[in-house]
């Protein structure tokens, strides 16, 4: 891998984060959330482990390139 793909990886970790916490806030604290069918709450809850597992991938992947997490 180039330093433009650890670059790329980096910009789609931070773009995840910041996807991720949104949705977090989103599922914590909005009363729209709470008025969603519970099917639609579900797959909410279902995109929120993905992504959660997806920053694990980005972490390991970046350890690869001795780039450790804060």
Do not use: A, C, Y
């Not at 604290?29 to 579900?42: A, G, R, V």
Request: charged residues 35%.
């Amino acid at each position: 891998m180039t330093s433009g793909h650890v670059t790329r990886l980096i910009g789609e970790r931070i773009e995840n984060r910041e996807r991720l916490e949104k949705l977090r806030v989103f599922i914590r604290t909005s009363e729209e959330f709470t008025k969603l069918p519970d099917n639609h709450k579900e797959l909410l809850r279902t995109q929120l482990r993905l992504m959660s597992g997806l920053e694990l991938v980005f972490v390991e992947r970046l350890k690869l390139f001795g780039i450790h997490d804060e």
